[in-house]
């Protein structure tokens, strides 16, 4: 397969598959005039990194997971350690956007959105951080 089948059938933009060469995720046959040749295995780990980036996992992450998918001697112990820790930073994200919200619903329901010049979130905006 060439670059654009693959990325029609991968669902990944030729420009992120080209990264994931880059940095040595996949690693395409080249043919004698340097066109990358995709194979089955190419497309499987491609529609693997999308649906591991989707989720949010970091690239090193996901050259680990990749590591991991690949090694049947693996214990998914590992897996599920990374797995885990990557669901606690999206909790505390999750913990971050919810306070974010709140603050900010609050200096909108303050604000009255009138002619007058006075603004309670460009004053909260200018204050100095604690």
């Known amino acids: 397969m060439n670059i654009g089948e693959v990325a029609e059938r991968s669902g990944l ?3 992120t598959i080209r990264y994931y060469e880059d940095i040595g995720l996949i690693r395409p046959q080249r043919s004698e005039n340097g066109y990358r040749a995709f194979r089955e ?26 590591s991991l998918y ?14 885990e820790e990557h669901l606690t930073a999206i ?9 974010m919200r709140g603050t900010l619903s609050n ?5 009255r959105g009138d002619h007058r ?9 200018s204050k100095k951080p604690a």
Do not use: N
């Open 70 to 83: 690949e090694d049947e001697a693996r214990e998914s112990a590992q897996v599920k350690a990374i797995a």
């Open 117 to 125: 010049p006075d603004c309670p979130i460009l004053s909260d905006l």
């Open 41 to 66: 295995t190419d497309l499987h780990k491609l529609a693997f990194l999308g649906r591991a980036r989707t989720l949010g996992f970091s690239i090193d992450d996901c050259r680990t997971l990749l």
């Open 13 to 15: 933009p030729p420009k």
């Open 91 to 99: 909790d505390e994200k999750i913990a971050q956007l919810r306070a």
């Open 107 to 111: 200096l909108v329901d303050a604000c």
